[in-house]
């Protein structure tokens, strides 16, 4: 069974920082492009950073570019967002997805059940 599960969420102060994991099973992590999307309170899910099945290629949303950072441990089958510089638009659910292309949005690959993520003072 294909399965993502998240964890690393919490309660941050702004300008925090968070480490977000997400751990694979069912499939070979290696294949897959990893990706993290957020869905912040009243919004549709979002786009936040892309990595390859590799490693070698990351892509972010220029609202979380250079304060995110997108990396994995595919030894390990599990994906991180390493945030830091935390703002109070950064919180919400955030999701794992996985897909076999080198692509972002829409609902494809499949979803982990997500981690809540709140910024607040």
């Known amino acids: 069974q294909v399965q993502l599960v998240e964890s690393g969420g919490g309660l941050v102060q702004p300008w925090g920082s968070l480490r977000l994991s997400c751990a694979a099973a069912?499939?070979?992590?290696?294949?897959?492009?990893m990706g993290w999307y957020l869905q912040a309170p009243g919004k549709e899910r979002e786009f936040v950073a892309l990595?390859?099945?590799?490693?070698?290629?990351?892509h972010y949303s220029d609202s979380k570019r250079g304060r995110f950072t997108i990396s994995r441990d595919n030894a390990k089958e599990t994906v991180y967002l390493q945030m830091v510089s935390l703002k109070p638009e950064d919180a919400g659910v955030y999701y794992c997805?996985?897909?076999?292309?080198?692509?972002?949005?829409?609902?494809?690959?499949?979803w982990g059940q997500g981690t809540q993520v709140t910024v607040s003072s």
């Open positions: 990595i390859s099945h590799d490693g070698r290629s990351t």
């Open positions: 069912g499939f070979t992590c290696n294949e897959y492009m």
């Open positions: 997805n996985a897909r076999l292309t080198y692509t972002y949005g829409g609902p494809g690959g499949t």
